[in-house]
């Protein structure tokens, strides 16, 4: 099983639909971190937690909210998709050390017609 | 945030030495650079990092200027598996809080046959 996992794999929705993305990992770390790559524009930063309690806004968290339900899991919701957040989504964990570097997921595809 | 600065792309032969650049030119004394790599159609990997000395693992060496200004990493002999995006980053150890990861587009490497 893998150490990162994201769920669902692809989905496709309507503008306008509310839709969650989940992460969960069995690494045992503190910080989670959420992810969106557009083709050309490498990954950007939306949300990032550090514990439960703990949770910041990265680089484009407009659109977008997150919720760090326990240690492992970390979910990704959009509350009223549009198209222009079809992306590519990825989900990456690292533990409070920092030098063991990030373990990503696998990605979620989204898609938004 | 600290910004890091790298081609959009490059070659090389396969069986060759590669060296992909980095420039950090506002890198600040207790920022660790990283570096990733991501193979097509999966998520990120982490390759290696440092803060000052050179390193090395098995998958590639990192070259630190003595300023820390820029870093290179080094594929001492590609593979046409090498072919990938290469991302390099900052990540913070100032405080327990400053770990805002940001990553930008990354060096495409193509390895030609």
């Known amino acids: 099983d893998a150490d990162v996992t994201q769920t669902p794999r692809n989905r496709i929705t309507k503008t306008g639909k509310r839709i969650m993305l989940e992460c969960s990992q069995t690494k045992g770390h503190d910080r989670m971190y959420w992810y969106r790559q557009d083709p050309g524009l490498g990954l950007r930063l939306i949300y990032y937690s550090f514990d439960v309690k703990d949770i910041n806004k990265g680089e484009i968290s407009d659109g977008y909210s997150v919720s760090r339900q326990a240690q492992a899991k970390f979910s990704l919701s959009l509350e009223s998709a549009i198209p222009n957040q079809t992306a590519l989504y990825f989900c990456?964990?690292?533990?409070?050390?920092?030098?063991?570097?990030?373990?990503f997921g696998s990605g979620t595809q989204l898609s938004v017609l | 945030d600290a910004k890091t600065t790298q081609p959009n792309s490059m070659e090389s032969n396969e069986e060759e030495p590669v060296h992909l650049p980095c420039n950090h030119s506002t890198i600040s004394g207790t920022d660790y650079i990283h570096w990733y790599r991501q193979l097509p159609s999966q998520g990120p990997e982490y390759v290696i990092h440092g803060l000052t000395s050179n390193v090395n693992n098995r998958m590639a060496s990192l070259a630190i200027a003595e300023d820390r200004k820029s870093s290179t990493l080094i594929l001492h002999r590609a593979t046409l598996r090498d072919a990938a995006v290469y991302y390099c980053?900052?990540?913070?150890?100032?405080?327990?809080?400053?770990?805002?990861?940001?990553f930008g587009k990354g060096t495409r490497l193509h390895i030609l046959p």
């Open positions: 990456a964990t690292s533990d409070r050390t920092r030098l063991r570097g990030l373990f």
């Open positions: 980053i900052l990540r913070g150890h100032r405080s327990y809080r400053d770990d805002k990861i940001i």
